[in-house]
C-alpha cells in the first residue's frame, strides 16, 4: 500500500495513478474486512447456539441427578 507522503511525488498523472491504485487496494481490503466479519458472526451464532445447548444439557443433568436447577439466572 502506499504512503501518504508517496502520494505528494511526481507529476499528476502518476499521482491519480497511485491513488486509484491505494484506492483499489483499500477496496479488496474492505471487502476481506467484511468477509471475515461475515464469518465471525456466523461463528460467534454457532457458539451461543452450542451454549444454549450445552446450558440446557447441564439442567437435565442436574434434574436426573435430583438436584435443583436454577438455571443460568441463579448464579447472578
Known amino acids: 500500500m502506499t504512503n501518504i507522503e508517496d502520494l505528494g511525488a511526481g507529476d499528476a498523472g502518476a499521482t491519480e495513478d497511485t491513488l486509484a491504485e491505494s484506492i483499489h487496494d483499500l477496496r479488496v481490503e474492505i471487502d476481506e474486512l467484511r468477509s471475515e466479519v461475515a464469518r ?4 460467534l451464532g454457532e457458539s451461543r447456539k452450542l451454549n444454549l445447548r450445552a446450558a440446557e444439557l447441564l439442567d437435565l443433568v442436574y434434574e ?3 438436584r435443583p436447577s436454577g438455571g443460568a439466572d441463579s448464579n447472578l
Open 40 to 43: 465471525l458472526d456466523a461463528d
Open 64 to 66: 436426573r441427578l435430583g
